[in-house]
């Protein structure tokens, strides 16, 4: 028997969740008024529509069955992240800073789903408020919109249990403690006191204290929006160590960040996935920095920039320290091929996720094992657990509908007039939220050029890879609403 949407209990949680977004907007409000800006009044009119907006959406959900099925949470989910970048557009469209409004939606997009890529020509000429809103977009879709909000749902009478497992990436999720509210607060705890820290590091070695606090956040969210058009090239070899060592935090799981800052180093150190994580910045670092130092000079500038830009790459952070497209195009296919990647499950970074590539390498080797012994039993094991078939299957299709988004998405860009090996290096950061890509649109992020067809195709596609592909694709399945 179908059971009925529950439509009311949509609205009002997707009205309490843009109450967050109009008070998130107060920030650069008054960082307008502080500075003097002159888009002081876009912000007052952005906020006024979004503080409105929630409440009558609130007003919608009136008397809703407190019920939030698993329809309701893959709706709420992909709904908030549109519903968010819908208000977030106004600041940027009603300033002038971005008249189009495709490119306001773009940069919108780009920065929840802690994408990067820009469409400012000119970042450095943007106001105050501005930089700080980019900033903020990418923090507050870093952690999760959804972990953010089931903190404060239970406060409303609404459960959060179903949009934290639809929302929060990788193969499985972990809960610190029986509440998932703790859970998502714990989370967030540990995201704000990185944030802090980082930022507090920058300024310590030099940085504008405004310049500090933004690229903090976009460092945590590994989103990587800069408030120069240069990323960090400007900045000093100490502060792009500080950027990599955060970076690097950022791509691990935070449940096993929080478990090392309990004192449980144990639980880390016998993390399958972190290895598979560290290893491949370790591994991937050595190779750039190896290149660099064959066709540059400088040991200590090679170390830095391979590594920096290795890590960059991996957690789809997307900073950068050096024009990486100046350099031989053998490092390219490296730099390439790292877009794939990302970070643990459970991080801010975007990508596979090495959970998944190393259950996929491990599948591989035990089938050939099979291949050789037809007889024996051959189970894939990860984390000393031994893997359910649907688990494998699980990371199979993911992997599978993960390379057909990009090659429907090249498809799409070259029919926009875009070469075949840029169109490929776009769909892959896309999905996997790095921003920055090869030729043209290289290591500046900016994608101004971009046909409109094109940009609003990229942002579908950057949703899709935030939500981890199958809380979009479930949307459309006829079996879902049959349930």
């Given at each position: 028997?179908?059971?009925?949407?529950?439509?009311?209990?949509?609205?009002?949680?997707?009205?309490?969740?843009i109450?967050?977004?109009?008070?998130?907007?107060?920030?650069?409000?008054?960082?307008?008024?502080?500075?003097?800006?002159?888009?002081?009044?876009?912000?007052?009119?952005?906020?006024?529509?979004?503080?409105?907006?929630?409440?009558?959406?609130?007003?919608a959900?009136?008397n809703?069955?407190?019920?939030?099925?698993?329809r309701?949470g893959?709706?709420?989910?992909?709904?908030?992240?549109?519903?968010?970048?819908?208000?977030?557009?106004?600041?940027y469209?009603?300033?002038?800073?971005?008249?189009?409004?495709?490119?306001?939606?773009?940069?919108?997009?780009?920065?929840?789903?802690?994408t990067?890529?820009?469409?400012?020509?000119?970042?450095a000429?943007?106001?105050?408020?501005?930089?700080?809103?980019?900033?903020?977009?990418?923090?507050?879709?870093?952690?999760?919109?959804?972990?953010?909000?089931?903190?404060?749902?239970?406060?409303?009478?609404?459960?959060?249990?179903?949009?934290?497992?639809?929302?929060?990436?990788g193969?499985?999720?972990?809960?610190?403690?029986?509440?998932?509210?703790?859970?998502?607060?714990?989370?967030?705890?540990?995201?704000?006191?990185?944030?802090?820290?980082?930022?507090?590091?920058?300024?310590?070695?030099?940085?504008?204290?405004f310049?500090?606090?933004?690229?903090?956040?976009?460092?945590?969210?590994t989103?990587?929006?800069?408030?120069?058009?240069?990323?960090?090239?400007?900045?000093?070899?100490?502060?792009?160590?500080?950027?990599?060592?955060?970076?690097?935090?950022?791509?691990i799981?935070?449940?096993?960040l929080?478990?090392?800052?309990?004192?449980?180093?144990?639980?880390?150190?016998?993390?399958?996935?972190?290895?598979?994580?560290?290893?491949?910045c370790?591994?991937?670092?050595?190779?750039?920095?190896?290149?660099l130092?064959?066709?540059?000079?400088?040991?200590?500038?090679?170390?830095?920039?391979?590594?920096?830009?290795?890590?960059?790459?991996?957690?789809?952070?997307?900073?950068?320290?050096?024009?990486?497209?100046?350099?031989?195009?053998?490092l390219?296919?490296?730099?390439?091929?790292?877009?794939?990647?990302?970070?643990?499950?459970?991080?801010t970074?975007?990508?596979m996720?090495?959970?998944?590539?190393?259950?996929?390498?491990k599948?591989?080797?035990?089938?050939?094992?099979?291949?050789?012994?037809?007889?024996?039993?051959?189970?894939?094991?990860?984390?000393g657990?031994?893997?359910?078939?649907?688990?494998?299957?699980?990371v199979?299709?993911?992997m599978?509908?993960?390379?057909?988004?990009?090659?429907?998405?090249?498809?799409?860009?070259?029919g926009?007039g875009?070469?075949?090996?840029?169109?490929?290096?776009?769909?892959?950061?896309?999905?996997?939220?790095?921003?920055?890509?090869?030729?043209?649109?290289?290591?500046?992020?900016?994608?101004?050029?971009?046909?409109?067809?094109?940009?609003?195709?990229?942002?579908?596609?950057?949703?899709?890879?935030?939500?981890?592909?199958?809380?979009?694709?479930?949307?459309?399945?006829?079996a879902?609403?049959?349930?």
């Amino acid at each position: 028997m179908t059971r009925t949407f529950n439509w009311r209990i949509v609205f009002k949680t997707l009205g309490v969740l843009i109450m967050l977004e109009a008070i998130f907007m107060l920030i650069p409000t008054f960082t307008a008024w502080y500075y003097h800006e002159a888009d002081f009044g876009a912000w007052i009119v952005s906020s006024a529509v979004t503080w409105l907006s929630c409440w009558w959406m609130i007003g919608a959900g009136h008397n809703a069955e407190k019920r939030v099925g698993e329809r309701e949470g893959y709706v709420i989910v992909a709904a908030v992240w549109v519903v968010y970048s819908l208000f977030g557009m106004l600041p940027y469209w009603l300033s002038g800073a971005l008249t189009d409004i495709t490119d306001a939606w773009y940069e919108t997009m780009a920065g929840f789903t802690t994408t990067g890529s820009t469409v400012f020509r000119d970042v450095a000429a943007q106001t105050h408020s501005i930089l700080l809103w980019r900033a903020l977009t990418q923090w507050i879709g870093g952690m999760g919109i959804i972990v953010l909000s089931v903190a404060i749902l239970p406060m409303f009478g609404l459960g959060g249990m179903q949009l934290y497992s639809a929302e929060v990436t990788g193969v499985s999720y972990e809960k610190l403690s029986p509440r998932i509210a703790d859970t998502a607060k714990h989370m967030w705890l540990t995201y704000i006191a990185l944030t802090i820290i980082e930022g507090i590091l920058l300024w310590l070695c030099g940085m504008g204290g405004f310049d500090a606090i933004c690229h903090s956040m976009a460092t945590i969210s590994t989103g990587g929006f800069a408030t120069h058009n240069d990323s960090l090239i400007a900045f000093s070899p100490a502060i792009q160590w500080i950027v990599l060592v955060f970076m690097l935090l950022s791509g691990i799981n935070f449940t096993q960040l929080i478990y090392l800052f309990r004192g449980k180093a144990d639980r880390v150190i016998h993390d399958e996935e972190t290895h598979w994580y560290l290893s491949a910045c370790l591994v991937a670092g050595i190779l750039l920095s190896a290149g660099l130092l064959i066709y540059t000079n400088g040991m200590w500038s090679s170390i830095r920039l391979g590594f920096f830009t290795s890590v960059a790459m991996i957690t789809s952070t997307g900073f950068v320290a050096a024009d990486y497209m100046i350099w031989p195009q053998v490092l390219w296919v490296l730099i390439f091929f790292l877009m794939f990647t990302g970070g643990a499950s459970g991080s801010t970074s975007g990508g596979m996720k090495w959970v998944r590539l190393g259950i996929f390498a491990k599948a591989a080797h035990a089938e050939i094992k099979r291949r050789i012994h037809p007889n024996a039993v051959i189970p894939v094991r990860f984390n000393g657990h031994t893997l359910r078939e649907q688990t494998t299957s699980n990371v199979v299709a993911f992997m599978f509908f993960y390379i057909l988004i990009i090659v429907l998405a090249t498809l799409w860009f070259c029919g926009c007039g875009i070469g075949f090996d840029e169109s490929l290096g776009i769909a892959t950061s896309m999905i996997g939220n790095v921003g920055v890509s090869i030729g043209q649109w290289g290591s500046s992020g900016c994608y101004a050029a971009l046909p409109a067809a094109a940009k609003w195709v990229a942002t579908f596609v950057m949703l899709i890879g935030r939500l981890e592909i199958f809380t979009v694709l479930l949307l459309f399945s006829r079996a879902l609403w049959k349930k």
